[in-house]
C-alpha cells in the first residue's frame, strides 16, 4: 500500500513562505491518485486545505489559503509539493498529506493513505 513521507515545515515570521512535499516511498505510483492537503491547529478540527487530480490540471483551495497556496505534482519524483507564500498566523498547524484513487479534484472525499504530518508555525 502507498506510503506517504512528508517533508519541509518549520518556523516562519508572518509572510514568509515554505513549501511542503509528500513522497510516495513504498515504490506506488501516485499517478492515478488525488492528492489532498490537510491541517489542524490546535483546538480545531482538521479542515481540507486543498486538493489536486492526478493531471495536476484541476485544484481546489479553501477560501482562506486561496491565491496564497499552491499545489503541484512532479509524477516523475512521485511527489506533491504545498508552496505556501505570505503565511499568516492562522496558517499554524499540523499539515497532512492523503492520497485516494481517484483522478478528480474532489472536496471532502474520504481519503484512504496520509503522511505523518508535518509542523507549521507561523510567528514572529
Known amino acids: 500500500q502507498l506510503q506517504l513521507v512528508q517533508s519541509g515545515g518549520g518556523l516562519v515570521q508572518p509572510g514568509g513562505s515554505l513549501r511542503l512535499s509528500c513522497t510516495e516511498t513504498s515504490g506506488f505510483s ?27 490540471s484541476s485544484t481546489n483551495y479553501i477560501d482562506s ?31 497532512y498529506c492523503a492520497a485516494v484513487l ?6 471532502d472525499i474520504p481519503y484512504d493513505y496520509w503522511g505523518q504530518g508535518t509542523q507549521v508555525t507561523v510567528s514572529s
Request: one cysteine or more; aromatic letters at 10%; charged letters at 25%.
Open 30 to 56: 501516485l499517478d492515478d491518485y488525488q492528492i489532498g492537503w490537510f491541517r489542524q491547529a490546535p483546538g480545531k478540527e482538521r479542515e481540507e486545505v486543498s486538493c489536486l487530480s492526478t493531471s495536476g
Open 65 to 95: 489559503v486561496e491565491g496564497r497556496f499552491t499545489l503541484s505534482r512532479d509524477n516523475a519524483k512521485n511527489t506533491v509539493y504545498l508552496q505556501m507564500n505570505s503565511l499568516k498566523p492562522e496558517d499554524t498547524a499540523v499539515y
Open 102 to 107: 481517484f483522478r478528480l479534484c474532489i472536496p
